[in-house]
């Protein structure tokens, strides 16, 4: 099985695109570690609204042609669910003092 890169897109005989997908995930995680030093010293809001607009872009570019399966979706879950930990950063649990990561009905929830 070939595959071939035309317009930014791996294509396949088989029309399968893990491969793609995997690619992308990739491209959007080295854009978030080239805006790492920039997150450092911006609000989350401005964060969030830098990674929906560069990061996901990066991600989703020409999805409009993938066709999904649960695996897929759940890769793209998975990998946003990662990113936002990362940029939200962690929370500090006062009544026992200690840092913990958000679940994922606390970042879903609007930012403050």
Do not use: H
């Amino acid at each position: 099985m070939e595959n071939i890169k035309y317009l930014g897109v791996i294509l396949n005989e088989d029309n399968n695109n893990q491969i793609d997908l995997q690619e992308r995930i990739k491209n959007a995680n080295k854009t978030y570690f080239m805006l790492q030093n920039f997150f450092k010293n911006i609000s989350k809001e401005l964060k969030l609204r830098l990674k929906n607009t560069i990061i996901d872009e990066t991600l989703t570019y020409k999805s409009e042609t993938w066709t999904l399966t649960k695996r897929d979706r759940k890769q793209l879950n998975i990998f946003e669910r990662k990113l936002c930990r990362r940029i939200l950063g962690p929370v500090y649990k006062n009544e026992k003092e200690k840092w913990r990561i958000l679940a994922n009905k606390e970042m879903y929830a609007p930012v403050k």
